[in-house]
């Protein structure tokens, strides 16, 4: 669905005239404040009978710009004299400050998207806005949950809830507060971060959710604001967090954190000592088969076998049958020079390397097999990462989830983590294995 201020941009200059001469001056002067007209899809509260709806975005999505003018379309009537469906409305953030400079006083905020005869006044020893029909909205700062007891109200908007340290608190209390009207109801604006109080309100039977990265939103932001938080943080996870608001679950008891991968981060590889592509493949093709998980990895060999540096280079991984995922693997090792591709052969057995050979007889491979489930197997490279001995390029969101989902037990996520399968395989390659065998040659196999 595309919005007007998406059609004017495309217009014609000769349709933009048509429209714009068609408008009578009293619609020509009310056209800026007319937010459907210039809303993104995402900042349009969805249909049906909701109690919770959601904006979930990556920073400088639009999301304050879209509770503020729910807000106005919950208060205001036909007239600035008339009621709205709301008369009484709670504005929380996680400090009072935090309420007034960005709710309230922000230039996405009530005030700035008010028009001039419908703009309501600050009241500031109250706390509080007031419309000329009455209406009100009062600011509440998450740190004291216990000030939302006496209050009610008939809708509600919440601000940046992912990260009030009494997130839990503040919003039960609201809850029971929200109990005026035939069906109050409110808009929760938070970039996404791996909260409880936030998963408990997704999972809600009666919440819906918008979303949309930082980009949907960049005609309105800078542009050098832009290309500099998308050179430092695309394609990492944090990025997929700050920019594309994308809601990351560290699960419990995982190998890997999101802490733990952020800290691995480079922007550079050193000179490599060794080059490997690491294949976990998927012996059947089609739209509903797994992925097949293709890994490039290399290591810094200096020293003993024990200090060595490992550094994830690319993650390839494609969905195809077996002539897909064998072409992928061996342009990976083109591009990056590897000196062998290493992939599992438990369920495809010898049509794994018959696969590859196919496509270059004289490709160096090494068949491995898993004597071990995948959380015991992908153990010991987690330890790997805990001393700061494996380290990531930018570009590997996909694979850093899956590490963040899997456990001793296994994996916790949904389909198979191939993309951390073909990983584990990379770095036992690279580093265990010659590890292993350095303190005893006598040992074979993983």
Known sequence: MKSGAAWLACAEPREVDEFLGGLSDNALASLPWLFEFWA????????????????????????????????RGQVEGATPEMPGRAHRVALVSETFDQARDVMVFGESGILACSPPDRRPVWEAGRRRLVWQNGATAQVFSAHEPEALRGPQFDAAWVDELAKWKKAEDTWDMLQFALRLGDHPQQVVTTTPRNVAVLKRILGNASTVTTHAPTDANRAYLAESFLAEVEERYAGTRLGRQELEGVLL??????????????????DKAPELTRIVVAVDPSVT??????????????????????????????DATVRGGPTDWARAAISAMDRHGAERLVAEVNQGGDLVESVVRQIDPLVPFKALRAGRGKGLRAEPVAALYEQGRVHHLRGL?????????MTVRGYDGKGSPDRLDALVWAIHELMIEPSAHARNPQIRGL
């Open 397 to 405: 969101g996909a694979l850093e989830d899956q590490m963040c989902r």
């Open 40 to 71: 993104l899809p995402h900042q349009l509260p969805p249909e049906g009978d909701w109690k919770s709806w959601v904006i979930m975005g990556g920073r400088g999505a639009g999301k304050t710009r879209a509770g503020a003018e729910w807000v």
């Open 249 to 266: 679950e560290d699960v419990e008891g995982a190998l890997w954190t999101t802490a733990m991968v952020e800290r691995c981060r480079t």
């Open 285 to 314: 093709g089609g739209a509903g088969s797994d992925e097949c998980g293709i890994i490039v990895a290399g290591v810094r060999a200096e020293g003993p076998a024990t200090g060595w540096r490992a550094y994830v280079l690319e």
